[in-house]
């Protein structure tokens, strides 16, 4: 994904990401994380950039979380 890869290859990958459901595009962000954390000497910043690709397209796929109204204690209830 990153590293000596093709300008050609990352467009491919990127065409093929949009034809996935969020479902499909979280388990292959899971299978990439886990294939590089098994390796002895894997990047640390590779690892944490597809983490933060990853939890960021789950924030967004959740959207915001809906603000809480307070209450007011100055208006009773009747």
């Keep these: 994904m990153m590293g000596p890869t093709k300008l050609s290859t990352i467009r491919e990958e990127v065409r093929k990401s949009f034809r996935m459901?969020?479902?499909?595009?979280?388990?292959?962000?899971?299978?990439?994380?886990?294939d590089r954390e098994q390796k002895p000497h894997?990047?640390?910043?590779?690892?944490?950039?597809?983490?933060l690709l990853r939890d960021a397209l789950r924030r967004e796929v959740q959207g915001p979380k809906p603000k809480r109204r307070t209450r007011n204690p100055s208006v009773a209830k009747s």
């Design 21 to 34: 459901t969020d479902a499909e595009l979280l388990a292959w962000f899971n299978r990439q994380l886990e």
């Design 42 to 51: 894997a990047e640390q910043a590779e690892i944490a950039a597809l983490r």
